[in-house]
């Protein structure tokens, strides 16, 4: 049960990450290199 959990847990964090990255590469923050300090 607690594999199953982890597993949940780090496939959205990839998830998150992952939409993150493609909104920052599509000029979502306004210049595609900008720090990470903005969530």
Known sequence: ?????TLI???A???II???IKQKSSGGCGCGKCSPKRK
């Open 1 to 5: 049960m607690e594999i199953a959990i």
């Open 18 to 20: 992952y939409k993150n």
């Open 13 to 15: 964090a990839v998830f």
């Open 9 to 11: 847990i780090l496939f």
